[in-house]
């Protein structure tokens, strides 16, 4: 397996201009996790779906934020309109009570610069 | 505050050495999880302790859990300069389903 993909890697935009960053989670995992990363406040949760279904979107800073799973084999997460605080590391993971006991697989991630 | 604190926050050390670096975690768990990040890179699993292990050994990764303490240890034998990185620990509760709450980290750096 490829392991998870995600695009693009990096991601260059001005302030108010839609972001959409895409995940591929590994084949036969159920569950999807979003994060953030940022040195000030380090890995944040955003938002996981199990079975496709948003279980838990409370990390979600604010309604610009938008996430989506419309099938096991993809993920977006959505900002509109971005702004310059957004700026950080977006990763997507992916992982199988069944298969590894909630062994979280991670993405290379995306870099996001809003200026 | 936050499940899964690391200590310390950073280390330097040189090659040859071993390294120690601490979790504390405030509820209780199914499994407790160690992960590591090169820079620019995603985190990647390392090594996975239930909470009814008291010790596992992977390679050079020793890792010891207490639960008695909500604590866990990571220790790197005979540390190598490409062990420079970060190391997490994540922990899943009993009612966390498929969730890991994941420490600020350790910064590791193995001089040459």
């Known amino acids: 397996d490829a392991g998870v993909i995600q695009s693009p890697r990096h991601e260059v935009t001005e302030m108010g201009q839609e972001v959409t960053l895409r995940c591929k989670p590994i084949?036969?995992?159920?569950?999807l996790f979003w994060y953030r990363q940022t040195m000030m406040r380090g890995l944040e949760l955003l938002i996981y779906?199990?079975?496709?279904?948003?279980?838990?979107d409370s990390g979600m800073p604010e309604d610009r934020f938008s996430a989506k799973m419309p099938n096991a084999s993809f993920s977006t997460l959505k900002i509109q309109p971005s702004e310059p605080r957004d700026s950080a590391v977006y990763f997507c993971?992916?992982?199988?009570?069944?298969?590894?006991?909630?062994?979280?697989?991670f993405g290379a991630g995306t870099r996001l610069s809003v200026l | 505050s936050q499940q899964g604190e690391e200590d310390p926050q950073a280390l330097s050390i040189q090659e040859g050495e071993n390294a120690t670096m601490n979790c504390s975690y405030k509820t209780s768990i199914n499994n407790l999880q160690w992960y590591r990040q090169n820079s620019g890179r995603g985190l990647v699993h390392l090594i996975l302790?239930?909470?009814?292990?008291r010790e596992k050994h992977s390679g050079r990764l020793r890792v010891t859990l207490d639960t008695s303490k909500k604590s866990s240890s990571l220790l790197i034998t005979a540390s190598r300069a490409a062990d420079t990185a970060s190391y997490f620990c994540?922990?899943?509760?009993?009612?966390?389903?498929?969730?890991?709450?994941f420490g600020e980290g350790t910064q590791l750096t193995v001089n040459p």
């Open positions: 994540a922990t899943d509760g009993e009612t966390s389903g498929s969730r890991l709450t």
């Open positions: 993971a992916s992982s199988s009570f069944t298969i590894a006991k909630n062994i979280q697989y």
């Open positions: 779906f199990n079975n496709n279904v948003p279980i838990d």
């Open positions: 084949s036969g995992h159920n569950s």
């Open positions: 302790i239930r909470s009814n292990e």
